[in-house]
């Protein structure tokens, strides 16, 4: 079982250069080899069931945070998830793909509460991952996503989580609102209310 507290918002096209060109120029960023999940729609907004690399997981979100804003153009809903693992099931019910290209710059908040970045496919026990993912819902739906996903004891990850964004958002060149911010979860309930 794993505890995370995060942040994330998606928009419904390719990720715009700027935004890339940002990301780039955080630092030197893992490429992740591409990946299918695949979700089990209607589970709620509050609860994701995904099959991912060979197992079956199951996030729970534990505590909705009220959202997080960092400046005029960038704010955020923060969410504490409960992530569980286990072997695959024999049945499968009817699962949504979701293709996944992602980069990821890990940071840990020191001594002090200073943040820095962290060695590239190291997780912090105090400390992060920033997310910009290339997202393709069913095959045909493409959509782009940033997000921070924190590991820390629990009564510093909201704080880690803050610090973290301060950081990394300062120079941001666009802005992130709330109506956008939610998880994957509710992202496969719209995908799926839209295809009804």
């Not at 995060?6 to 390719?14: C, G, I, T």
């Not at 009220?66 to 960038?74: M, N, V």
């Not at 569980?84 to 002090?112: D, H, M, N, T």
Request: aromatic share 12%; with cysteine.
């Amino acid at each position: 079982m794993i505890n995370t507290t995060e942040v994330r918002w998606f928009y419904p096209s390719e990720i715009p250069s700027k935004i890339q060109a940002w990301f780039t120029g955080l630092g030197d960023i893992q490429h992740q080899l591409p990946r299918t999940d695949l979700y089990l729609p209607g589970s709620g907004p509050g609860m994701g069931v995904k099959l991912r690399e060979g197992r079956l997981e199951i996030k729970f979100r534990c505590r909705q945070n009220g959202s997080l804003t960092l400046s005029k153009k960038i704010a955020g809903n923060v969410e504490n998830w409960r992530k569980w693992g286990f072997p695959i099931p024999s049945s499968k019910p009817a699962w949504i793909p979701v293709e996944k290209e992602r980069q990821i710059l890990y940071y840990q908040v020191a001594a002090g509460d200073k943040v820095e970045r962290s060695t590239p496919d190291v997780i912090p026990s105090q400390g992060g991952g920033v997310e910009l993912t290339r997202a393709v819902l069913g095959g045909e739906e493409l959509w782009w996503t940033i997000g921070i996903e924190v590991f820390a004891p629990d009564a510093r990850r909201f704080d880690v989580l803050e610090m973290i964004a301060r950081l990394v958002f300062n120079h941001f060149p666009a802005g992130l609102q709330v109506g956008n911010s939610f998880s994957y979860p509710v992202l496969v309930r719209k995908y799926r209310g839209a295809k009804r």
